[in-house]
């Protein structure tokens, strides 16, 4: 008899700094996947339709001030309010491409000082990614491509100290991508990882929980 049980979706989350090209290729990845006929959705956080979202959003653009703790709880809240959808959506067959994850909510909220072990404890529980892409350039080289708009965080120095954590946070599982490579040579070396990654999901890779 055939089996209704549908294969699961991989998770797939691309980290790095900002203007290392996350966006353009979490474009790419989608039409590519989609091309395949893998059902494949683009998910980003924060997510800023959400209430909280909202609030975030609002503390980003700097029409609002926020205690660190405050934001970086918010910012986890964020992905707790979709992680159910998240984990139904997986279970159902679909790949999830996240622009930005856990990872970022530490890296970014350490760089201000605050205790990385403390920023990691609201992630606990939340699902753990198949597969980290972390697109690669210096905070420099990041800066000199421009387009560094007027929200917070969107300074080189700052950029730096993020940077730092990422590098903290790395381990050997991350796919780490030379994000200074032209543009198609990014999006050939994202393509062969996630399509390994999306094959062992197929096969039966159980879900696993952050943080690990
Ligand atoms: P975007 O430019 O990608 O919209 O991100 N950030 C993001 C955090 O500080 N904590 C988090 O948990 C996440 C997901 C990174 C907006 C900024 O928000 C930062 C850049
Ligand atoms: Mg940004």
Redesign the pocket.
Known sequence: TESSVKPRGALIVLEGL?RSGKSTQCAKLLSFLEGLGHPTELW???DRETSVGKMISAY?SNKSQLDDHTIHLL?SANRWEKRSLMEEKLKTGTTLIV???SY??VA??SAKGLDIDWCKAPEIGLLAPDSVLYLDISPERAAERGGYGD?R?ERVEFQKKVADFYQTLRDSSWKIINAGEAMEEVEKKIQEVVLDKVKECTKGKPLSLLWS
Do not use: A, T
């Open positions: 900002d980003r956080f924060p980003l910012f622009d930005r994850y970022s909510g970014f909220s929200e965080y």
